[in-house]
């Protein structure tokens, strides 16, 4: 009788531990925003594994989100999004959703306001499109799909909110 009390019972906390896993949690989305200067304003950030990024376009101008390996210069077929501009600050804002089911860093960048070009090392990096306004940065980014909390913990404050205010600009 000790015995199926001991194994129920951990079986029971077993499945206690597997339902409070912080790999198992569902996580809050991170958000990547953009505006009128053609930059990616989280241009850094840190999901787990299946986490959901998602990129708000806080700006009137469209934009492409587009993965790609640095090594190789070869496009992603399935992390290749579109984001329409957003008419006004008080109009519907326009997003892309993706997430990566892995860990590893991922590239990105707009193909509306950079180009891959293949550095003197071999690399391929994205640069400004030639005639196109901003800060001079390519619009470029890296996700870190990682379980290390303290990387997790390293984003900025403004990915854990959906519509930034006073960000808008076209």
Not at 24 to 34: E, G, K, Q, R
Request: charged content about 15%.
């Amino acid at each position: 009788m000790i015995y199926k009390t001991l194994l129920a019972t951990a079986s029971m906390l077993g499945a206690f531990m597997m339902l409070n896993s912080p790999a198992l949690a569902a996580s809050p989305p991170v958000y990547v925003h953009m505006n009128g200067a053609n930059m990616f304003l989280e241009n850094v950030v840190a999901v787990k594994p299946g986490q959901k990024v998602v990129f708000i376009n806080e700006d009137t101008g469209e934009h492409t989100i587009i993965g790609y390996n640095p090594a190789t210069g070869t496009a992603s077929k399935t992390f290749n999004g579109y984001v329409a501009g957003t008419k006004g600050p008080n109009d519907k804002i326009a997003s892309y959703t993706i997430s990566f089911p892995h860990t590893g860093i991922v590239d990105y960048y707009c193909s509306v306001h950079a180009d891959l070009v293949k550095e003197p090392d071999g690399m391929t990096m994205p640069k400004v499109r030639k005639g196109v306004d901003g800060f001079g940065d390519p619009m470029a980014g890296i996700i870190i799909v990682t379980t290390d909390p303290h990387i997790l913990a390293e984003n900025p404050k403004s990915s854990a909110t959906k519509i930034l205010p006073d960000y808008f600009g076209g």
